[in-house]
């Protein structure tokens, strides 16, 4: 997907105050749509646009009946096709957000909800909807400074530059439930992350090549730091070697192959078989279909190569970073000072 937002322009903003629910706070909506200047909207624009990529997850709108039942699709579907709906549909998602409000840990916070055009989606101008919610407030100087005196003021409020959730509906793929972008700045994982995306949005993941990769790089990284040293006597630095060569196959390769993969990385039949099994129960568990072939997205081996850690921790004192060949570290035990060791070999100090 092709994204181009330098042109474009903030055509309406309509900003509700949501409570949570479930703590017995309040929803306050806005009467109508909010003014902006042409310099406001555009710092607005490059600060709510600042967050997506083309190259990162895409989600649909989805419901477990039918996709007429999803609210906020339905909302978006009818403010895309006609403009003057907007700021009434926009009430119906602030609404339809306080409802889903109850958990404790939600953060009560401002829902901006944003109409843009000239946004370049394809190679096509279009319009597009975005819903973005601030929830940590911060504190600014207000400095005023004319020709007698300076004065200065505390104030509190959002940084334009850091909302905490965040949602962009493409008006692409519309039949199928749309493309949406989202934000979260908990990651995509955890309680807050989950009453953003499945119960206010209800959307679900796109079987996209980001999709693939990020979900069988992160199975494959369970697979060597939790099941397999339940299996087999694998001490930690074989778990490193792995994890190693399994970001380098994806780093290597432009397309998947997934017998490529087992057979490359793992190499002993035994651990390959007991992977086909993890895989087995992991996709089943998690209600996921993976293909043995895909093409590899970059954006996701970058994203997962954070979390994929070559760190050899030894109590509070050493970390081992080892990005390479594990021959060279060898593991033994002192009987004089009762104390484990590693040997490392190597040619140069730098």
Same mark, same amino acid.
């Given at each position: 997907?092709?994204?181009?937002?330098?042109?474009?322009?903030?055509?309406?903003?309509?900003?509700?105050?949501?409570?949570?629910?479930?703590?017995?706070?309040?929803?306050?909506?806005?009467?109508?749509?909010?003014?902006?200047?042409?310099?406001?909207?555009?710092?607005?624009?490059?600060?709510?646009?600042?967050?997506?990529?083309?190259?990162?997850?895409?989600?649909?709108?989805?419901?477990?009946?039918?996709?007429?039942?999803?609210?906020?699709?339905?909302?978006?579907?009818?403010?895309?096709? *006609?403009?003057?709906?907007?700021?009434?549909?926009?009430?119906?998602?602030?609404?339809?957000?306080?409802?889903?409000?109850?958990?404790?840990?939600?953060?009560?916070?401002?829902?901006?909800?944003?109409?843009?055009?000239?946004? @370049?989606?394809?190679?096509?101008?279009?319009?597009?909807?975005?819903?973005?919610?601030?929830?940590?407030?911060?504190?600014?100087?207000?400095?005023?400074?004319?020709?007698?005196?300076?004065?200065?003021?505390?104030?509190?409020?959002?940084?334009?530059?850091?909302?905490?959730?965040?949602?962009?509906?493409?008006?692409?793929?519309?039949?199928?439930?749309?493309?949406?972008?989202i934000?979260?700045?908990?990651?995509?994982?955890?309680?807050?992350?989950?009453?953003?995306?499945?119960?206010?949005?209800?959307?679900?993941?796109?079987?996209?090549?980001?999709?693939?990769?990020?979900?069988?790089?992160?199975?494959?990284?369970?697979?060597?730091?939790?099941?397999?040293?339940?299996?087999?006597?694998?001490?930690?630095?074989?778990?490193?070697?792995?994890l190693?060569?399994?970001? *380098?196959?994806?780093?290597?390769?432009?397309?998947?192959?997934?017998?490529?993969?087992?057979?490359?990385?793992?190499?002993?039949?035994? @651990?390959?078989?007991?992977?086909? *099994?993890?895989?087995d129960?992991?996709? *089943?568990?998690?209600?996921?279909?993976?293909p043995?072939?895909f093409?590899?997205?970059?954006?996701?081996?970058?994203?997962?190569?954070?979390?994929?850690?070559?760190?050899l921790?030894?109590?509070?004192?050493?970390?081992?970073?080892i990005?390479?060949?594990?021959?060279?570290?060898?593991?033994?035990?002192?009987?004089?000072?009762?104390?484990?060791?590693?040997?490392?070999?190597?040619?140069?100090?730098?």
């Amino acid at each position: 997907m092709q994204l181009n937002f330098q042109e474009a322009t903030l055509k309406k903003l309509s900003v509700h105050y949501i409570g949570n629910k479930g703590n017995g706070q309040d929803m306050i909506a806005s009467k109508k749509p909010f003014q902006l200047g042409e310099d406001e909207g555009k710092l607005l624009c490059d600060a709510f646009f600042a967050r997506f990529n083309a190259g990162g997850e895409k989600y649909s709108f989805s419901h477990g009946a039918s996709l007429n039942y999803n609210e906020v699709y339905n909302y978006c579907l009818e403010s895309l096709a *006609e403009e003057a709906a907007f700021h009434k549909n926009s009430v119906n998602i602030a609404k339809h957000l306080h409802e889903n409000t109850t958990h404790p840990k939600v953060k009560p916070g401002e829902l901006y909800v944003a109409y843009f055009g000239n946004c @370049i989606v394809n190679g096509a101008f279009v319009e597009v909807m975005g819903m973005f919610k601030t929830e940590t407030k911060s504190h600014f100087l207000d400095t005023q400074v004319d020709a007698k005196d300076t004065e200065l003021t505390m104030r509190t409020g959002a940084d334009i530059g850091k909302f905490d959730k965040a949602a962009l509906v493409l008006p692409t793929n519309a039949e199928n439930g749309f493309d949406v972008l989202i934000y979260d700045s908990n990651g995509n994982r955890g309680e807050e992350a989950q009453f953003w995306r499945e119960s206010f949005l209800g959307v679900v993941p796109q079987a996209t090549e980001y999709y693939h990769t990020n979900q069988f790089l992160g199975m494959a990284k369970e697979f060597i730091t939790a099941q397999l040293p339940q299996e087999y006597d694998i001490e930690k630095t074989g778990q490193i070697d792995l994890l190693n060569k399994s970001m *380098e196959y994806f780093r290597a390769n432009e397309a998947f192959d997934k017998k490529k993969f087992t057979e490359e990385v793992f190499e002993d039949k035994r @651990i390959i078989k007991a992977f086909k *099994e993890f895989e087995d129960n992991f996709t *089943e568990m998690n209600e996921i279909d993976l293909p043995d072939r895909f093409d590899i997205s970059t954006q996701a081996v970058k994203k997962q190569n954070r979390v994929f850690k070559s760190v050899l921790k030894l109590d509070k004192n050493f970390h081992v970073y080892i990005h390479g060949d594990k021959s060279l570290i060898e593991r033994g035990y002192d009987e004089k000072t009762g104390k484990k060791f590693y040997k490392i070999y190597y040619d140069e100090e730098n």
